[in-house]
């Protein structure tokens, strides 16, 4: 049977030296830290034992297939189908309560001073099943706002699959490094907005950026709706607020636009500004991300302008195109 693996051997030997630090400074912190692993376990004992989604797909008497899930997901989306596997149930439930632990733990780590040498290797930790979160919300959005003829989706269904399987994502080796690295690169980015179209803003990126988002802003730049993703992932504002600005500076002859003055105008106008700028990179980017996702799906449903994809969606998508195509040149 396929199994979930509760810790990693890294993540196992990082509690344990947490235990052993909280044992001897806080009774109360330790039982508690204790409690959460012990959920955390229990957790994914229930979800191994339930059995394999590929159990349903894999010559399934039914008829259910990979093609069946797609059609599931892009006709219902994940929230409406009731008969999901319980393996995928228990299993995201299991990734939130392990996200839980590791955050208790950076968060005592601040006022805990034998934790303060294992804040770096908590928070690592903690991002990572954050992301694994992350995949799974990319993983359903893009499959369910599928057309059901894209050559990618039956890749994107079974990784899917396997995700619930391991509760790992196949691309997050690929795009969740590249996505953090992009985070923490627009934060070095002058607060200058400019003329909002990005260009010099994405050319000072580019230094820092590997051959994967080079390769993926060339190909997909002209595709439409990608270049209006980068610029709400860039700017941390939506597609209409960034409209509004540039309305604001064409009306009023300005060239140039800080992002104090921009934030200050949105909230004059009673919009909501995406960046808060509370809580790790991870946090803001997951954050925007879900933010970005949402907006995107209310322009999908009323046909409006602007992105019907967050750019996450876009590269995960050109990244399956991209295994798509070497595997026909092979």
Same mark, same amino acid.
């Given at each position: 049977?396929?199994? /979930?693996? &509760?810790? &990693?051997?890294?993540?196992? !030997?990082?509690? !344990?030296?947490?235990?052993?630090?909280?044992?001897?400074?806080?009774?109360?912190?330790?039982?508690?830290?204790?409690?959460?692993?012990?959920?955390?376990? +229990?957790?994914?004992?229930?979800?191994?034992?339930?059995?394999?989604?590929?159990?349903?797909?894999?010559g399934a008497i039914d008829g259910r297939s990979w093609r069946t899930l797609a059609e599931k997901?892009?006709?219902?989306?994940? !929230?409406?189908? @009731?008969?999901?596997?319980?393996?995928?149930?228990?299993? %995201?439930?299991?990734?939130?309560?392990?996200?839980?632990?590791?955050?208790?733990?950076?968060?005592?780590?601040?006022?805990?001073?034998?934790?303060?040498?294992?804040?770096?290797?908590? *928070?690592?930790?903690?991002?990572?099943?954050? #992301? !694994?979160?992350?995949?799974?919300?990319?993983?359903?959005?893009?499959?369910? *706002?599928?057309?059901?003829?894209?050559?990618?989706?039956?890749?994107? $269904?079974?990784?899917?699959?396997?995700?619930?399987?391991?509760? $790992?994502? @196949?691309?997050?080796?690929? #795009?969740?490094?590249?996505?953090?690295?992009?985070?923490?690169? %627009?934060?070095?980015? @002058?607060?200058?907005?400019? $003329?909002?179209?990005? $260009?010099?803003?994405?050319?000072?990126?580019?230094?820092?950026?590997?051959?994967?988002?080079?390769?993926? /802003?060339?190909?997909?730049?002209?595709?439409?709706?990608?270049?209006?993703?980068?610029?709400?992932? +860039?700017?941390?504002?939506?597609? *209409?607020?960034?409209?509004?600005?540039?309305?604001?500076?064409?009306?009023?002859?300005?060239?140039?636009?800080?992002?104090?003055?921009?934030?200050?105008?949105? @909230?004059?106008?009673?919009?909501?500004?995406?960046?808060?700028?509370?809580?790790?990179?991870?946090?803001?980017?997951?954050r925007s991300f879900l933010q970005r996702q949402t907006l995107a799906k209310g322009r999908r449903?009323?046909?409006?302008?602007?992105?019907?994809?967050?750019?996450?969606?876009?590269?995960? /998508?050109?990244?399956?195109?991209?295994?798509?195509?070497?595997?026909?040149?092979?």
């Amino acid at each position: 049977m396929r199994q /979930i693996s &509760t810790f &990693t051997q890294t993540e196992s !030997d990082l509690l !344990d030296r947490c235990e052993a630090v909280l044992r001897e400074s806080s009774v109360n912190l330790y039982t508690h830290l204790q409690a959460l692993r012990s959920d955390v376990r +229990l957790l994914s004992e229930i979800a191994n034992r339930s059995p394999s989604p590929n159990q349903d797909f894999d010559g399934a008497i039914d008829g259910r297939s990979w093609r069946t899930l797609a059609e599931k997901l892009k006709n219902q989306g994940i !929230d409406a189908v @009731v008969n999901l596997p319980v393996k995928a149930v228990v299993g %995201r439930s299991f990734l939130v309560s392990k996200l839980h632990l590791f955050g208790f733990l950076e968060k005592i780590s601040h006022t805990q001073h034998g934790l303060a040498s294992l804040l770096p290797s908590i *928070e690592d930790s903690y991002h990572n099943t954050l #992301f !694994d979160l992350m995949a799974e919300d990319l993983y359903v959005s893009v499959i369910s *706002e599928s057309k059901g003829e894209e050559q990618w989706l039956h890749r994107a $269904t079974e990784e899917l699959i396997r995700m619930w399987d391991y509760r $790992t994502s @196949v691309n997050k080796s690929e #795009f969740a490094p590249n996505l953090r690295k992009l985070w923490a690169a %627009r934060h070095t980015i @002058v607060p200058v907005l400019g $003329t909002l179209m990005g $260009t010099v803003e994405l050319m000072r990126l580019s230094f820092g950026l590997s051959s994967v988002w080079h390769s993926f /802003i060339i190909s997909e730049a002209k595709k439409e709706g990608m270049t209006h993703a980068l610029e709400e992932y +860039l700017f941390s504002l939506s597609y *209409e607020q960034i409209g509004l600005l540039r309305g604001y500076m064409r009306d009023q002859g300005v060239a140039a636009i800080s992002r104090s003055q921009a934030h200050e105008l949105l @909230v004059a106008c009673g919009e909501s500004v995406f960046e808060k700028g509370e809580g790790s990179s991870a946090i803001q980017l997951y954050r925007s991300f879900l933010q970005r996702q949402t907006l995107a799906k209310g322009r999908r449903l009323t046909g409006s302008k602007g992105p019907h994809r967050s750019l996450e969606e876009y590269f995960l /998508i050109y990244l399956w195109e991209a295994e798509e195509r070497e595997e026909a040149n092979r």
